[in-house]
């Protein structure tokens, strides 16, 4: 993840300067232990200022507004109590270079502060910190004690002091040429590395595109380099700095990542705000994708192995109750030749009935013939008993087993966050599993809102769309609510997978080449996506049900119609649209 470098965090305030201040503080909400969100009114708009502490992803900008969730940090209840109502006057550096940005809060736009958030982006070490006017510390998003810093500690109660001060030169737009490169040259070295420990205020992503732009690598030796390469190099080092100077910057996404910069722009942005929330938006919730993903896969994979072992058990359980009738026959046996038995006898050969073949019966020596005859009787009900109490707890669990299968089936649709509706789309799995039993319902801060998912929506050969079901709370949702008369619904027979539906608009008649297409989708979408061909069947809607208890995702049909579904086809559909 790309962190918030001093030039980035430059051209923020820049903005937030000439478009909200002065603002009032209308809330405060806080997401998750390392992110708070203040909400601002100006004359003209209203919009949240976030504010991120995090490592990897230390922040201020302006950002989408906050999930509904209950906020129950202390945090941000001392901000709120506060700051809601006062407006924020000012957001400026406490020093020239430093990653450490003031906001400050009054009355009024020409009152002195009450207030001041000191908001540090400086990666592992940030934090955002409440002071009074008098710079006393009321409340620290992170308290840091003589035991996590022996250089700095930021404790509510104490004056706060500045972080120290970066090391390197400061750089300047009035210094020459020469001597700008005497200093990067001083030490000969990588030209990258080089800047990067000569002056304050670089990072590695301003060092990569600078160098790039005077067309040079950041391996060059700083012998190596010509006289002309210095000047270029020297002339990008000014445009860096005449941008620092006059706030003009150019937001926009590199191959790897974003800039500020005019250099290695792919695509241009409106403006900075829209660039950092987009991407740590995209970044916070890739996080969030992974966390929950590996959180249910774990879950199922435990979950499937116990019930996989259960089955097993009762399988074995089962075969084991077809030997009853063998018992009842060697006690039937044994009956008919009591008078072959003898005193002490470990076992006993008798003529089969049916067969006329000898049978040999073990026998408990300590035991006469009836009475053995009755041990046999005895497990004969046993296992009889056993075999028609088991076929139902067996039924259940393999029930069971199918409903893991279409949730895995579901998930493996979701290998990897591609777009914002992935990660909706995965709490709807895991609040599906919560509502099943499968998890524990979260409390406070972890109880998150989920908000509805869309299906996946591709248009056919002419011209109708195809909608599939991405977890099983869709599928129902496909089956049952959207569905219509005229639609078709198709799923991979005997295979878990997602519910497909061929929306068609009233008296419209499906094409041959729009049921092979959502055919192809429902092969794709399916556990037997690696097949070359799966059956598929599909069936009008008003012929799908859902049986009376079933779990989310299950259904039943008739009146189908079978047809291959290639799910190859589909592949190559998605990488054309791609």
Not at 257 to 267: A, D, I, M, S
Not at 509 to 525: L, P, T
Request: proline share 6%.
């Amino acid at each position: 993840m790309q962190p918030v470098d001093f030039t980035t965090l430059t051209a923020v305030c820049a903005d937030l300067r000439s478009r909200w201040i002065p603002a009032r503080v209308e809330q405060v909400y806080q997401r998750d232990v390392q992110t708070i969100f203040l909400a601002l009114r100006t004359l003209h708009k209203k919009g949240w200022l976030t504010i991120c502490w995090h490592p990897q992803a230390a922040r201020i900008c302006l950002g989408s507004a906050p999930p509904r969730d209950r906020d129950t940090f202390t945090f941000s209840d001392q901000l709120r109590h506060q700051l809601k109502g006062l407006a924020l006057t000012a957001i400026a550096p406490i020093a020239p270079w430093e990653r450490v940005i003031d906001l400050q809060f009054a009355q009024r736009p020409e009152d002195e502060p009450l207030w001041h958030l000191y908001v540090e982006v400086m990666g592992k070490y940030s934090n955002a910190i409440l002071t009074d006017g008098g710079d006393r510390i009321v409340t620290v998003a992170h308290q840091v004690g003589a035991k996590q810093s022996r250089v700095r500690t930021v404790q509510t109660g104490q004056p706060y002091e500045f972080p120290p001060s970066l090391l390197g030169d400061i750089p300047s737009l009035e210094e020459t040429q020469e001597r700008w490169q005497e200093r990067v040259s001083l030490v000969p070295g990588a030209i990258g590395k080089q800047l990067l420990k000569t002056y304050r205020g670089l990072s590695p992503t301003v060092v990569n595109l600078m160098i790039e732009s005077a067309n040079l690598t950041t391996e060059r030796s700083t012998q190596d380099l010509s006289g002309e390469e210095w000047e270029k190099l020297f002339q990008s080092w000014q445009e860096w700095l005449q941008a620092i100077a006059t706030g003009n910057f150019t937001p926009g996404w590199t191959k790897t990542g974003y800039t500020v910069l005019p250099w290695g722009l792919v695509k241009p942005e409106k403006d900075v705000q829209i660039l950092l929330d987009i991407y740590y938006s995209n970044a916070w919730n890739r996080q969030q994708f992974q966390q929950l993903q590996h959180q249910i896969l774990q879950k199922l994979k435990n979950v499937g192995k116990k019930l996989t072992h259960k089955a097993q058990g009762f399988r074995d359980r089962l075969a084991q109750s077809k030997d009853a009738d063998k018992y009842r026959t060697h006690a039937d046996l044994l009956m008919a030749y009591l008078h072959e038995w003898k005193p002490g006898m470990q076992s006993i050969s008798l003529t089969d009935f049916e067969t006329g073949q000898p049978v040999k019966i073990p026998l408990n020596p300590e035991k006469n013939a009836v009475q053995n005859a009755q041990i046999l009787y005895k497990k004969h009900q046993k296992l009889k008993r056993a075999k028609d109490a088991i076929k139902p707890f067996l039924q259940e669990v393999e029930t069971e087993i199918q409903y893991l299968e279409q949730v895995e089936a579901a998930l493996s649709q979701l290998e990897h966050y591609k777009n914002v509706e992935d990660l909706p789309t995965l709490r709807e799995i895991r609040e599906e599993l919560v509502q099943q039993g499968y998890f524990e319902a979260g409390k406070g801060s972890d109880r998150a809102v989920v908000k509805e998912s869309q299906p996946y929506c591709y248009p056919t050969p002419s011209g109708f769309e195809v909608w599939i079901g991405r977890n099983n709370r869709q599928n129902d949702r496909l089956s049952f609510r959207i569905a219509g008369d005229y639609d078709l619904w198709f799923h991979a027979q005997e295979i878990a997978g997602s519910h497909v539906l061929l929306r068609l608009t009233p008296g419209a008649v499906a094409e041959d080449i729009d049921v092979q297409f959502a055919a192809d989708f429902a092969a794709y979408y399916s556990r037997g996506r690696q097949s070359d061909r799966v059956p598929v069947v599909y069936t009008e809607p008003k012929f799908v049900y859902k049986p009376k208890g079933a779990k989310p995702g299950i259904a039943i049909y008739k009146r189908e119609q079978v047809i291959w579904g290639r799910s190859h086809k589909a592949q190559e559909y998605l990488n054309e649209g791609k």
